[in-house]
């Protein structure tokens, strides 16, 4: 079992553009969730996925949105990109619809805006 | 609101000394805690919950409500303890997330 994997695992890209990030979650998780780790910083929760919805956001603009496929894998895409978007952004499965008792956490794509 | 605090960005003890990593939480709820661990070029890893009572790698946390506090404490540290500790406090709202604090980088110096 790989774990959860993402990528790319690093990405460089201008103000304005857009960005699609990839998680495929731990075999046996359905459940994904998003954080964004900004240099200096704890993760900080972006939103969720369960059976396909969007479950729960944190306090991130509308630029950011996702998706979760029917085998679970998700994607995180961010418009009109900002500087202040650079960070490492991290995905984490679990199972059961969710239990941070059984979070896994991927190695992060590193998104950087120049 | 809920929030961790983790006071210190920075730590550094020698082998063989005590460590107390700090960790501090504001939650109206009834919390639950843990402490994740990022060794060099490794992803984040639960380290433990408070929830288990237990022991890993000789580390231990125990929750104190009425200070609101999480300390991750060893008796002995070891040179492989070296890396970045984040505490963090599971909450529901809708679902579950974690709030982590800002993290420590523990240095174990030989």
């Known amino acids: 079992d790989a774990g959860v994997t993402q990528s790319p695992t690093h990405l460089i890209k201008t103000r304005g553009q857009q960005v699609t990030l990839r998680c495929s979650p731990k075999?046996?998780?359905?459940?994904v969730s998003w954080y964004q780790q900004a240099l200096g910083q704890g993760p900080q929760f972006i939103f969720q996925y369960y059976e396909e919805e969007e479950r729960q956001r944190g306090n991130f603009p509308d630029r950011f949105s996702g998706h979760q496929f029917p085998n679970y894998s998700s994607e995180l895409n961010v418009n009109a990109l900002l500087l202040g978007d650079s960070a490492l952004y991290l995905c984490?499965?679990?199972?059961?619809?969710?239990?941070?008792?059984?979070?896994?956490f991927g190695s992060g794509t590193q998104l950087s805006v120049l | 609101a809920q929030r961790v605090t983790q006071p210190e960005k920075l730590l550094s003890v020698f082998k063989g000394a005590p460590v107390e990593l700090k960790c501090n939480y504001s939650?109206?709820?009834?919390?639950?805690l843990f402490w994740y661990v990022q060794y060099s070029r490794q992803r984040l890893q639960l380290l433990l919950r408070h929830i288990s009572r237990e022991s890993i790698k000789g580390f231990t946390a125990d929750l104190n409500k009425g200070e609101t506090s999480f300390h991750l404490k060893k008796p002995f540290a070891q040179e492989e303890d070296s890396a970045m500790y984040y505490c963090?406090?599971?909450?529901?709202?809708?679902?579950?997330?974690?709030?982590f604090g800002q993290g420590t980088r523990l240095t174990i110096n030989p």
């Open positions: 075999s046996g998780h359905d459940t």
């Open positions: 984490a499965s679990s199972p059961y619809g969710g239990t941070n008792e059984k979070l896994f």
């Open positions: 963090a406090l599971s909450i529901f709202q809708g679902a579950q997330k974690l709030v």
């Open positions: 939650y109206s709820g009834s919390p639950e």
